[in-house]
């Protein structure tokens, strides 16, 4: 399972950067949800982003950047039966056309 998982990552990136929806909602749920939260330290999202619909819009958000590279790294999950948790590091670099 930990494959599969790892692939949910690997969507939501390649989604981003490629610009495209089909591809980023693929790694969510119909009710999936997506939080953003500027700066390490903060404790409300400054966007709270759920279903598809609402997902869909975000690779076209980031159409005012140049370009963007998510680059994962190292990942960890924890199953239990079909339950899973985990977390994936990820450097996201978002390059403005300046």
Not at 36 to 45: I, K, M, T, V, W
Not at 68 to 86: I, K, M, N, P, W
Request: one cysteine or more; aromatic letters at 10%.
């Amino acid at each position: 399972m930990t494959a599969e998982l790892f692939d949910l990552s690997a969507r939501y990136a390649a989604g981003a950067d490629r610009r495209d929806p089909d591809l980023f909602v693929s790694a969510f749920l119909p009710d999936g949800r997506l939080r953003r939260y500027d700066g390490a330290d903060a404790l409300e999202p400054t966007s709270d982003r759920r279903g598809h619909a609402s997902l869909r819009e975000v690779p076209g958000l980031l159409a005012r950047y140049a370009h963007t590279f998510h680059h994962l790294g190292q990942a960890r999950y924890d199953e239990d039966g079909e339950v899973a948790s985990g977390e994936v590091y990820c450097i996201a670099s978002h390059v403005s056309a300046d």
